[in-house]
């Protein structure tokens, strides 16, 4: 039985989220393997279930939802037993405050620097190297939250719903325009994603992944 419609292009690394929460969850998703973005999320069918055009955007029934990380929570917390979500609340305090701290902190950096690259625009190189710095600063607290955890993941033992929005967020930087040598020396945050990306449900998902390199 389908749990829900996913809208977004079968492609987009926002939409890894949910698809990756489908996953862990056991849940089936419908997909849009058709959309278009500027386009599908332009119609009149679609804005007026999704009235600001936003995707990835979710239904089901009569619930709409958009916002990537509200989709993920919702299908990750369609189950008592979810493993997602942490073992207590003091732990879904944690994994909010790095799905926060991630959105906050390096999501904004990172789409100004792929934007140009999407949409061949000329390139601010202040501007850039102000987005970079943000991202190895990120990257640089990352680093010291897993050395002094110990812990492979962000929070607790297991995947959690914060490795998998995090993960859906370096994807563009890690793939597309920062060069695995100049970040390789977060080694804490290399075998992080190398052990997500070794993960299953992360394979299921996401079958290819290959670095940027110089």
Not at 4 to 22: N, Y
Not at 50 to 69: I, R, Y
Not at 99 to 106: D, K, N, P, R
Request: charged share 20%; hydrophobic share 45%; proline share 6%.
């Amino acid at each position: 039985m389908v749990f829900g419609k996913l809208h977004a292009p079968l492609v987009h690394p926002r939409s890894l989220k949910a698809k990756l929460a489908a996953e862990y969850t056991g849940v089936e998703l419908e997909l849009t393997p058709d959309f278009a973005f500027g386009t599908t999320n332009k119609s009149s069918e679609y804005l007026e279930k999704f009235p600001l055009g936003k995707a990835p955007s979710f239904e089901q029934d009569d619930f709409h939802l958009t916002e990537s990380s509200a989709i993920a929570f919702y299908i990750a917390n369609s189950k008592d037993d979810s493993t997602l979500l942490g073992d207590n609340k003091k732990e879904l305090a944690k994994i909010w405050q790095y799905i926060l701290y991630t959105e906050t902190a390096v999501a904004q950096p990172i789409v100004n620097i792929i934007r140009p690259i999407i949409f061949n625009l000329p390139v601010d190189a202040a501007d850039k190297q102000k987005n970079l710095e943000q991202i190895h600063a990120f990257l640089a607290q990352i680093e010291a939250h897993l050395s002094k955890s110990g812990q492979k993941y962000l929070v607790g033992e297991r995947v959690s719903l914060a490795d998998i929005n995090l993960f859906a967020n370096l994807l563009i930087p890690f793939a597309r325009f920062l060069p695995l040598e100049e970040w390789s020396k977060y080694g804490l945050v290399k075998s992080w994603f190398d052990n997500l990306l070794s993960q299953p449900e992360f394979k299921k998902v996401l079958p290819q992944f290959s670095y940027f390199t110089q």
